[in-house]
């Protein structure tokens, strides 16, 4: 009996010790499990330049709708008012014809009296008033003057207020063509801006196509590194990923019942299922500062693509961390280093990541490099390397993450500026 007891309490001491061990293999690793569930939320700020753009085409296109209704309403406001004057100018037309006519009537009619005038005093003139007829006939041509001069005053007073009433019937004529123009050149306006807002959407939509696309790599390339983080620690699950999955399954259950929404020239932009799933589960990230001295940089010469921290998505709003850089080279074929002493626990070619390094530190901190083109020969995990270490190669782009116990560090803070 006393045999059994000491064998039960042996098994127990040793299962003490083995969950012990998990325990602390589990806070060794905190910061990766952690980074599971949060850097699913990465975007990058390699997306501002095409958000911003899409954002501006947006912005143009609500605009031109603006405009597009402005024009439209006007136009239908004034349709009635249109035929009227369009009526009114053919109206005006016809009158100006008649008054230009009657105009017309009017100086032959002047110049028939004073043909007639011109005749009779020539005739008088080739002749002496010697009989009594002769002297009729200068009173009579007198008369005829006279009345001739009255006929001509009245006709030349007619002729001045048709005058009048052609300028009159001009002016109306060119206000309401100036006004039929205008409603005219709205109206081809209107189609040049319906074709205009036609094309912006489509470039809209292309580019959205590409923008939702470069998200979802994104979380690609973040769920492949979260599952080796995740590998590297498998004897223990939070419950985090669980509710975060179920919550997405009733979100797209609901998504398969909710109406398609809109063009999106007249709704503000809403992102897609799948990339709303990026940044569905974000919260704020734990972090600290970085207080030891600076150390070198894993790329020599290099420009920084992502920068670490919050970040605010510029086409859909969403409200993100990013928990590492990414560093451009600014040569191809670029030697990458290991910038602290440490020990290789992960070194592996991964679908989307390319290549990926991760080493553990002293003081529970790891440097996580992905992207990378070659892996140096030489590294195996297990293997102890120093600072300074040449790991791999990359042609352009390496992706650098450092993690410490349960916070997460800005790389930019650790290592030095680029030359």
């Known amino acids: 009996m006393h045999k059994i007891f000491l064998v039960f309490l042996g098994v127990v001491l040793l299962s003490g010790n083995a969950i012990e061990d998990i325990d602390k293999n589990i806070n060794t690793n905190k910061s990766k499990l952690q980074k599971k569930e949060k850097e699913k939320n990465e975007i990058s700020n390699l997306l501002s330049t095409l958000g911003v753009k899409i954002n501006q085409k947006h912005e143009q296109i609500k605009e031109l709708d603006k405009q597009i209704e402005q024009i439209q309403n006007n136009i239908n406001k004034n349709q009635s008012q249109n035929f009227e004057q369009e009526k009114a100018l053919k109206e005006y037309k016809n009158s100006l014809n008649k008054l230009e006519k009657k105009k017309l009537d009017i100086q032959d009619n002047i110049a028939n009296i004073l043909i007639k005038d011109m005749a009779f005093i020539m005739v008088l003139n080739h002749k002496s008033p010697i009989s009594p007829d002769d002297i009729i006939l200068q009173e009579i041509f007198k008369s005829l003057n006279k009345d001739s001069k009255n006929r001509i005053e009245a006709l030349s007073k007619e002729q001045n207020t048709i005058n009048a009433q052609i300028s009159q019937l001009s002016n109306n004529i060119n206000q309401i063509s100036s006004v039929i123009n205008v409603q005219k050149d709205k109206k081809q306006k209107l189609q040049s801006m319906i074709t205009e807002q036609k094309k912006l959407v489509g470039n809209l939509q292309s580019e959205l196509q590409a923008y939702n696309k470069k998200l979802k790599d994104i979380d690609s390339e973040r769920k492949s590194l979260d599952k080796i983080l995740g590998n590297l620690n498998i004897l223990k699950q939070t419950k985090e990923k669980e509710l975060l999955t179920k919550k997405l399954k009733e979100e797209q259950a609901k998504q398969k019942l909710a109406p398609k929404p809109q063009s999106v020239a007249t709704n503000e932009l809403q992102a897609p299922l799948d990339v709303r ?85 002293s003081n529970e901190m790891h440097t996580i490099y992905s992207q990378l083109d070659k892996i140096a020969p030489t590294i195996k995990p297990g293997l102890r390397i120093q600072k300074g270490y040449v790991i791999g190669r990359v042609d352009q782009r390496l992706g650098f993450e450092v993690t410490q116990k349960d916070k997460h560090i800005d790389p930019l803070e650790i290592i030095s500026q680029s030359k």
């Open 277 to 361: 799933q990026v940044a569905s589960s974000y919260r704020s990230i734990s972090t600290t500062k970085y207080t030891g001295p600076k150390t070198i940089s894993p790329l020599a010469s290099y420009r920084v693509e992502q920068k670490f921290g919050p970040y605010f998505d510029p086409v859909y709003k969403l409200k993100v961390f990013n928990e590492s850089v990414t560093l451009v080279s600014k040569v191809p074929n670029a030697v990458v280093r290991n910038i602290f002493d440490g020990r290789v626990v992960y070194a592996k070619e991964v679908p989307i990541l390319k290549k990926v390094i991760i080493i553990e530190h």
